[in-house]
């Protein structure tokens, strides 16, 4: 199977072609931003279609991160990823950005629970636990980051995601020490990939998965304030 993946969630914008049956990756190419999406994901993915030497046809899907993460990121990568599919008549499946970052750290024989935290602002995380086989303990969510502690009755965690730092500073002295801290500023683009490979279209839609709506400002009538949202959830 031929998978362009595309991840557009944080602070990165990236793309992969994977081949499944050579486990090899064909081409693949990360930029690191905070914004500048748009501009940046369909020259970059002109770029690795170009070195992996696949015309779009020749794919046999898409995968897309489907956050959480930045609204406008999801925005630019879930559109692109569907109008390509539409163009190439090929299926698009979505990743949880949760679920990519966690996937590098699950093991068959894994027991130590891996806790994803994603910075959601205002002193929250997105967050989600999974057992060390990669089960969810904890569903994915929102919450303030003094609450995603109670991820500590699980045992010492492996934390990781770009609020993991945030989240082991808070660690109660009670709980067993992380151990791993792992801040990334981004999933690895080549677990997208995997992850969208194995995916089922059905199950697996390529729709925003934002745990919470945008952060809407009414209009201040005469202050001249317009209504407006911030670009991360």
């Known amino acids: 199977m031929l998978v362009l993946a595309i991840d557009t969630a944080l602070e990165f914008c990236a793309a992969a072609v994977l081949d499944t049956g050579s486990e090899q990756f ?19 993915i002109a770029r690795v279609m170009a070195d992996a030497a696949l015309p779009f046809t020749e794919l046999d899907r ?15 990568g879930i559109s692109a ?18 679920a990519a970052y966690a996937a590098p750290l699950v093991d068959d024989s894994g027991e130590e629970p ?12 997105y967050t989600q636990t999974f057992s060390g086989r990669g089960a969810t303990l904890i569903k994915p969510a ?32 009670q709980a067993e020490a992380p151990l791993l801290v792992e801040t990334r500023p981004g999933p690895d683009i080549g677990w997208v990939a995997w992850i969208g490979a194995a995916a089922q279209p059905e199950t697996a839609p390529a729709r925003p998965f934002y745990l919470r709506a945008p952060d809407a400002k009414p209009q201040a009538a005469k202050s001249g304030v317009h209504a407006g949202m911030q670009p991360q959830g």
């Open 26 to 44: 064909l081409a693949r190419e990360s930029q690191a931003m905070k914004r500048g999406h748009a501009e940046a994901l369909m020259p970059l």
């Open 62 to 76: 898409i995968a897309v991160t489907t956050g959480p993460g930045s609204f406008t990121g999801l925005r630019v």
């Open 81 to 98: 990823a569907r109008g390509l599919a539409l163009a190439a008549d090929k299926p698009v499946v979505g990743v949880s950005t949760l």
């Open 114 to 125: 891996i806790v994803v935290a994603i910075d959601a602002r205002h002193d929250h995380v």
């Open 142 to 173: 929102v919450m303030p980051v003094d609450e995603a502690l109670r991820a500590a009755r699980f045992g010492a965690p492996r934390l990781v995601g770009n609020a993991a730092q945030i989240l082991a500073a808070r660690w109660s002295a």
